[in-house]
């Protein structure tokens, strides 16, 4: 069996070593705590979910569905994006449906991307965006994020035979990792950037929804000129903790939004259409859900950056996102300490190499951990400040 060369030339999965120990422990009956993941630990709203079942029981939506998705989900998208950030889209034209948004986002490599060809890519960054790149035979040219430049990407760096060779430039905020967020400033001169070199603008925004101290994070869509460079990439999971079943949508650039329609058209057969009507209630239904969430996760992060800062992880609390972004502390790689806090006190967080080479240096802590977890995760945090001379024998 000869395997194809794009799989092989993936980078190895980073933290296969930190599954292992998990496993490990957890075979030994040792409880782990977690803050590795970004999946919403509370459940989707109960109206959507009664929508769902609605529509589970209608045998019209037990066959193929409509590839585009149907066209009330395509307008309801368009009246969010109206209603929350004052942009007005062809429902039919500007908005795609996706079988949740990491789908749409490995599969518009495919549009632009030929063999030899360049993505502008966000390091650290959420690991598609470069893996998407690689499958369709490009390359990903990496654009650091730091905390100096705000984990804004410096699009004044950029050589500028990079820049013109580039097809996709991709960025994302509210930030994954980092929990940085972008204002409309930058989104302008992002558009202006794209113009002069004739690059498409993948914005992947998900996190949206989930912010807080009443800051209000708005859309790349809402910038001068940007439905002429560019999409964005949005997502049901996070806003109603609808990981599990699957959508998100693109909107914006009629051109770019009609070639995803082409690929994914050969390549899926669309949402299952009950999800499709639970997505049409959480779009155009109550939406205090929002807020009862984000007050929640408010007070997880004010806790968590709390007691990183107190035991040597320098942390900000983000203004959104469910992630905070912590310093790791001297003598320490980001992998040494996760293995770390994992041998010493059974805390599990995401080490920032797992993003890129420039989220070394930091761990990610996911706020996605119930409340009995975390109280938990927080006190075992505690005690391992007690056990860091170990660490520094050891070395
Ligand atoms: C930055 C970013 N983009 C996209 C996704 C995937 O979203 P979805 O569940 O809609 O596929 C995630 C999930 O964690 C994410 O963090």
New binding site residues.
């Given amino acids: 069996m000869k395997i194809a060369r794009r799989i092989e030339n993936l980078p190895p999965y980073l933290f296969v070593e930190v599954i292992k120990k998990i496993n490990a422990k957890k075979a030994r009956g040792e409880e782990v705590i977690s803050f590795a993941i970004?999946d919403p630990d509370m459940p989707t709203p109960p109206h959507i979910i009664e929508r769902l079942c609605q529509a589970a029981q209608d045998p019209a939506n037990h066959r193929y569905p409509e590839s585009e998705g149907l066209p009330e989900l395509h307008q309801a998208i368009a009246k969010w994006y109206e209603k929350r950030f004052g942009v007005s889209l062809d429902p039919d034209k500007e908005v795609l449906p996706l079988i949740?948004?990491?789908?749409g986002?490995a599969h518009i490599a495919l549009c632009f991307i030929d063999p030899g060809d360049i993505a502008l890519v966000p390091d650290p960054g959420?690991p598609v965006y470069s893996v998407g790149t690689m499958l369709a035979g490009g390359s990903p040219y990496y654009l650091p994020l730091t905390k100096e430049n705000n984990f804004l990407p410096d699009l004044d760096v950029i050589p500028e035979n990079i820049a013109e060779k580039a097809k996709l430039l991709w960025i994302?905020y509210p930030n994954?990792p980092t929990g940085a967020v972008a204002d409309l400033d930058f989104f302008n001169k992002l558009v202006k950037f794209a113009q002069q070199h004739n690059l498409a603008v993948c914005h992947?925004t998900?996190y949206t929804e989930v912010a807080f101290d009443g800051y209000r994070p708005v859309s790349f869509m809402q910038a001068d000129g940007a439905k002429e460079v560019g999409v964005e990439f949005h997502?049901l999971?996070k806003s109603y903790n609808m990981?599990g079943w699957r959508i998100?949508m693109t909107v914006g650039n009629a051109t770019m939004i009609n070639a995803l329609k082409t690929v994914k058209s050969n390549m899926d057969s669309g949402i299952p259409q009950a999800i499709q009507y639970a997505a049409i209630e959480a779009l155009t239904g109550p939406q205090d859900c929002i807020q009862q969430h984000n007050a929640i996760y408010q007070r997880r992060r004010d806790l968590v950056v709390d007691m990183l800062n107190d035991i040597g992880l320098e942390a900000e609390p983000p203004r959104a996102s469910l992630y905070v972004w912590a310093k790791v502390p001297e003598g320490y790689t980001s992998v040494d300490l996760a293995n770390d806090l994992l041998e010493q006190v059974g805390v599990v967080v995401t080490p920032g190499i797992g993003y890129g080479q420039n989220g070394e240096g930091y761990v990610r802590l996911s706020l996605t951990i119930p409340d009995a977890g975390l109280v938990k995760g927080l006190s075992r945090l505690a005690g391992w400040r007690n056990t860091r001379n170990k660490f520094r024998a050891k070395k």
């Fill in positions: 970004g949740g948004a990491k789908e986002i959420y994302n994954n992947d998900p997502s999971s990981t998100g």
